[in-house]
């Protein structure tokens, strides 16, 4: 089954490939969203509306879940609003919808130091650039390695100096360029331009997606534009 879903997606998308493998995180889990009006879904401790809520999941926040034949599946909420949260329960499927529902992609051009998609009125580009220890503070512990670049916790290494750096992420939606603060982007290293996607929900939220390591750092990262604005992100190190 496994092999005959490759083929298909391979046959769809093109080098789309590598990052439907990454939204899909191997056999059981995947990046989603809650679908809900009143724009949150409790997480409980066990399966079944009479447990315990023991959270909450807010709309546009990615989280992982493990897609089953039962009502309620299990989740992981890894990166939440730039801070370790781990956080894991389960939430009726009635509520979860899987991104991998809304990924397109028109057209894909990669070159030596950026990758180009477009989706319709859109168009993505990331651009990467070789890390410059010389132009950065870098931030040592004895036995840990580097553990801050300029004042800041960073991913793509685990804990060695990086090699390439994300240096910029711009849109283009409908000919306006949208304003993507550097933060969003400025601690990423390591880019695999080849894994970077986009899905598009159903009222016209965009969810960025790349998958980054140098081999022992790996993440990945979803940015969130919501009304043609930067919303937020997700980092996702579990895999790591």
Known sequence: MKVIIAIICFIS?????????????????SYAVIKDPDGYVNVRNNPGSKTRVIG?????????????????????????????????GYINKSHIELLTKWQTIKSRNIY?????IKVDSMTV???????????????????????LIDGKRFWGTDTDLPRVKITSLKINKNGELLIIPNKAFNDLYEPNLRTLSVCTDSDNTHYILMVNSDGAGSYAI????????YYGRYIDTSND
């Open 56 to 88: 909450k999941i807010y709309r546009y926040n990615i989280f992982n879940c493990e897609p089953n034949s039962s009502t309620w599946w299990k989740i992981l909420q890894v990166y939440k609003n730039e801070k370790p949260d781990w956080f894991e």
């Open 112 to 116: 030596k130091d950026s990758c180009r």
């Open 222 to 229: 979803i940015w969130i534009i919501k009304n043609n604005k």
């Open 125 to 147: 580009t990331i651009k990467k650039a070789p890390f410059n220890p010389k132009k950065h503070k870098l931030s040592y512990k004895d036995h840990e390695g580097l553990t």
């Open 13 to 29: 998308i093109g080098y789309n490939a590598l990052a439907q493998q990454h939204i899909a995180l191997g056999d059981d889990a």
